[in-house]
């Protein structure tokens, strides 16, 4: 396909780069000398700290010769010194103000709030953290390189333009499962910015590509690994949408209190009155919200689902009706404010929901079982949801009692229970086969749903005919040990054995084009996607001689080879051994609803850069799952 994966805005601004630097603990910039740093940008203003003060150290009284001690007229103040980076006056209040040389009237003064008469007399607080406890940004994320993040300094010397344009450039989820899994890992890390960015600016890109992704709890870590007075703007519209992703609206309380200015749009001023309302200002909260409402600068049922959730909060006796009447949209504030205070969305809203609430549904603890199930299969699909957390949920289902109103939900639980304990692997896996749901059109989410149950089937000729989806299930969870025990049942050209060559840690012959050309004789997909996918996998993975590649390539018509802005930037990094880099570049190519959008081209690079950088675990993962779902 001569079409590249790229979206226009990220192609142009990755086009703007073509150095990388090294991922090292002290990396050194690859770019030529006088290249550094062509257009000096002006260097982000440092947190603000407070300064130091010098304090009279007390002097001990004098004694006498003798040794007594000398009464002393006064008592003699005992100072304790300010520590280093204490809180200051200035910090808590600035300076009164002036107001131009006129003081407000009475009638104005009555009628500010409180925060407003702070505000314009200069004593609301700038921060909401004692200064011990305030956390450095040099390093922001949650997972550090000990519990599996990617190396700190990846990113630190590497140009502003391209990790802007990486993050920037992936604008929705991605067509691997296995992607989605590396991309979150990479943008949870814990990371120091690079150089010439500012750090608030780098987490708000991170939490915005979470939150795109469907990954609100992780976006929500990521915001609040910042001390609230660090937040900017693009820090604070990325916290707003992983909280309301969360159904967490109180989560968003310090930056709304502290920082209650920096928006002004509906949506942050209902989340005033709440947080106001869960301070102790239920009547402000009430009174705010009624003139939201009055005035028509919200929607009627968002002040409605704002007064329940406020109300919660407050000891308000006035009972708030929710009327769905004449709502024909649902947004993700009417779906996170019914979710929380336990609101039942009309059915015409949720039939047929978009992506997003079904994302945000699976994760949901608030929710019933019955619909975190329903939306399950998106989420193990795209890698939200591991194949252990599917199974929890139809495990909890299972262990309910009365759940005879769940229909075919609560048959699947109990099916999947004989997929584990059936008498014996016949039995098993006629339990499997019923939840894969036939042998056409299977959902690849039913088999992230049985991979461990599949890991419990002896390999025998018996099951000869499933041995590829089985494999497939298993290799969707990683479990590619238990499925290397069906190497000596798959023969060669079958689907069974293309995902083990691609899938085994260590394949030490190498395929020739005689087996992808077997395989390819048999490959049913649309334009032989599966047999090209392979042949790049293969190829990525360095298990073909060249002459071999040539020689399949040429047979498929497909070309690996060729060279976009895109494939030479993340071969690049690979070059560099940067980890973090390629994951983003990746998660750009990866991009897409289908595997339909994928191309030979951009899977071979994908994989030989992850292998290259020493990801070989997830570059073998990507490719296996590449030609099971292609």
């Given amino acids: 396909m001569k079409r590249s994966l790229l979206l226009a805005g990220g192609a ?231 909280y309301i992703g969360t159904a967490d609206l109180v989560g968003t309380c310090p930056v709304v209190r502290l920082k209650s200015g920096l928006r002004e749009d509906p949506t942050w001023h209902m989340l005033q009155a709440i947080c106001n309302s869960y301070a102790g200002e239920a009547a402000r909260a009430r009174t705010d919200l009624n003139r939201l409402r009055s005035r028509g600068k919200a929607d009627r049922i968002d002040v409605l689902l704002a007064q329940r959730f406020a109300g919660a909060a407050g000891q308000q006796r006035a009972a708030v009706t929710i009327e769905w009447d004449g709502v024909n949209e649902l947004t993700p504030w009417r779906f996170a404010l019914a979710n929380a205070v336990g609101e039942a969305i009309p059915e015409k809203l949720m039939r047929n929901p978009a992506p997003y609430y079904l994302r945000a549904t699976a994760t949901a603890p608030m929710l019933g079982l019955s619909q975190r199930i329903a939306a399950a299969d998106l989420a193990g699909r795209e890698g939200i949801l591991s194949s252990r957390a599917m199974i929890d949920l139809y495990s909890q289902l299972h262990a309910e009692s009365g759940n005879t109103d769940d229909g075919q939900v609560a048959e699947d639980a109990g099916t999947l229970r004989q997929a584990y304990v059936g008498i014996d692997d016949a039995a098993r896996m006629n339990a499997i086969r019923t939840l894969w749901g036939g042998k056409t059109a299977k959902d690849y989410s039913r088999l992230v749903l049985t991979a461990y149950a599949a890991a419990r089937i002896e390999p025998s000729t ?143 690079h994908i994989v030989s850069a992850l292998n290259r950088v020493g990801l070989s675990a997830e570059a073998r993962m990507i490719a296996a799952e590449a030609v099971a779902r292609a």
């Fill in 12 to 242: 142009t601004a990755l086009a703007l780069i073509s150095a990388l630097a090294m991922a090292q603990d002290a990396p050194e910039s690859l770019l030529p000398p006088g290249f550094e740093d062509p257009r000096p940008a002006p260097t982000p203003a440092p947190s603000a700290r407070p300064a130091s003060r010098p304090t009279a150290t007390p002097q001990p009284p004098s004694r006498p010769a003798n040794g007594g001690s000398t009464p002393s007229a006064t008592s003699t103040p005992i100072v304790q010194p300010l520590t280093q980076g204490s809180t200051t006056a200035g910090e808590v209040a600035g300076a009164l103000p002036t107001f131009d040389g006129k003081l407000p009237s009475l009638e104005q003064l009555e009628a500010m709030s409180t925060d407003d008469l702070d505000e314009a007399l200069g004593l609301k607080p700038k921060v909401d953290i004692p200064a011990a406890a305030r956390r450095s940004m040099a390093e922001v994320g949650v997972l550090a390189p000990a519990e599996g993040g990617l190396p700190t300094y990846s990113l630190a010397r590497q140009p502003v333009q391209l990790v802007r344009a990486a993050l920037a450039g992936t604008k929705g989820p991605l067509v691997s499962r296995w992607g989605h899994i590396l991309l979150r890992r990479a943008l949870a890390s814990r990371l120091a910015a690079p150089q010439g960015m500012d750090p608030a600016e780098f987490a708000a890109q991170r939490a915005a590509l979470l939150n795109r992704i469907g990954e609100f709890g992780a976006a929500r870590a990521v915001v609040q690994d910042v001390d609230t007075a660090n937040w900017n703007l693009d820090l604070t519209n990325a916290a707003v949408d992983a």
């Fill in 462 to 604: 018996d099951h000869t005919g499933d041995a590829g989806e089985l494999i497939a299930s298993m290799l969707s969870a990683g479990l590619d040990r238990n499925a290397l025990r069906w190497a000596n049942v798959v023969e060669e050209g079958s689907e069974g054995w293309a995902l083990l060559a691609l899938a085994a840690p260590e394949y030490r012959a190498k395929v020739g084009a005689g087996a992808i050309g077997s395989f390819a004789s048999d490959d049913g997909s649309s334009g032989q996607r599966r047999a090209k996918f392979l042949l790049a996998g293969l190829a990525g993975l360095g298990r073909m001689d060249q002459g071999d590649i040539g020689s399949a390539a040429s047979d498929l018509g497909v070309s690996l080879t060729a060279s976009t802005k895109w494939t030479t930037l993340i071969d690049r990094a690979a070059q560099v051994d940067n980890k973090a880099l390629v994951a983003l570049l990746a998660g750009v190519g990866m991009q897409g609803t289908g595997w339909e959008r994928m191309t030979p081209r951009h899977l071979y």
